[in-house]
T-cell receptor, first 114, second 108 residues
Framework: DTAVSQTPKYLVTQMGNDKSIKCEQN?????MYWYKQDSKKFLKIMFS???????INETVPNRFSPKSPDKAHLNLHINSLELGDSAVYFC?????????????FGSGTRLTVV | DAKTTQPPSMDCAEGRAANLPCNHS???????VYWYRQIHSQGPQYIIH???NNETNEMASLIITEDRKSSTLILPHATLRDTAVYYC?????????FGKGTMLLVSP
């Protein structure tokens, strides 16, 4: 069983569309994250949720809205997609907000906006 | 979180030990040293972490200097599948911030 799974793996869409990326973890972790890796390969934190509550929002445009229906799921909804949103988005989870025992990452969703 | 400095790239022959250095001269007392790696097109993978003692697990060893200002990740017998970007991250109790890392190329 995959520990942190993301769907879809690839997403190609036109500018202006709205899309969602889903993430599920079966590790029983309390904290989940979304990271963005741009074309220069920098990995940047976007959001962090602990037990369904938002604890970090790193100056991400409000077109990005995370949703956590339960602590095993953290979905990312993006409105009015722009060319600059093209990137690989990684979901991750950790046992607590401190991340002290390491993060487990998903395999990523490659988003291409055309 | 303390800043880290890593060489941009390193080469290693297959079967040899790969020693990846990291400088973190501004590390504070409650900050841990974490190592992750990212194999092409995959999500980052946790390798090891430590506070001040040397650590070893099934993947690697972590050597932290006594003053904690630098550390070395050791892959004892590198394989082609160890080719990846390796990230050294220093953090207290906060989210991980990734730098540019070291691109390790393992060659036959």
């Amino acid at each position: 069983d995959t520990a942190v799974s993301q769907t879809p793996k690839y997403l190609v869409t036109q500018m202006g569309n709205d899309k969602s990326i889903k993430c599920e973890q079966n590790l029983g972790h309390d904290t989940m994250y979304w990271y963005k890796q741009d074309s220069k390969k920098f990995l940047k934190i976007m959001f962090s949720y602990n037990n369904k509550e938002l604890i970090i929002n790193e100056t991400v445009p409000n077109r990005f809205s995370p949703k956590s229906p339960d602590k095993a799921h953290l979905n990312l909804h993006i409105n009015s997609l722009e060319l600059g949103d093209s990137a690989v988005y990684f979901c991750a989870s950790s046992q607590d907000t401190r991340g002290g025992r390491g993060y487990t990452f998903g395999s990523g969703t490659r988003l291409t906006v055309v | 979180d303390a800043k880290t400095t890593q060489p941009p790239s390193m080469d290693c022959a297959e079967g040899r030990a790969a020693n990846l250095p990291c400088n973190h001269s501004t590390i504070s007392g409650n900050e841990y040293v974490y190592w992750y790696r990212q194999i092409h097109s995959q999500g980052p993978q946790y390798i090891i972490h430590g506070l001040k003692n040397n650590e070893t697990n099934e993947m690697a060893s972590l050597i932290i200097t006594e003053d904690r200002k630098s550390s070395t990740l050791i892959l004892p017998h590198a394989t082609l599948r160890d080719t990846a970007v390796y990230y050294c991250i220093v953090t207290g109790y906060s989210t991980l911030t990734f730098g540019k890392g070291t691109m390790l190329l393992v060659s036959p």
